[in-house]
């Protein structure tokens, strides 16, 4: 349903753009785990139609580290690793 293309800049701060490319439209959730499993943020959810398509994801708030970025769409889940340095 669809593909992960990218994270840039990754290592990031306080900034990256996740972008990715639909190929069956549907609804599309985007969260971000910590290291430990916990949701810290919802990215989007929403309906998103055939393309490539991008997000920003500010982190300014959060602390260093690594995270996980999960994208569901259609029953499909794939996650990318990103990293916060500040």
Do not use: C
Request: net charge positive.
């Amino acid at each position: 349903s669809f593909k992960i293309k990218n994270s840039y800049p990754n290592p990031f701060n306080p900034t990256t753009n996740l972008t990715y490319e639909v190929e069956k439209e549907g609804d599309l959730k985007v969260v971000v785990h910590n290291v430990l499993g916990q949701q810290v943020t919802k990215l989007y959810g929403g309906y998103r139609a055939y393309g490539v398509h991008s997000i920003t994801w500010n982190a300014l708030n959060m602390p260093s580290g690594v995270y996980y970025v999960t994208f569901e769409l259609n029953g499909q889940i794939e996650s990318s690793k990103v990293m916060l340095i500040k």
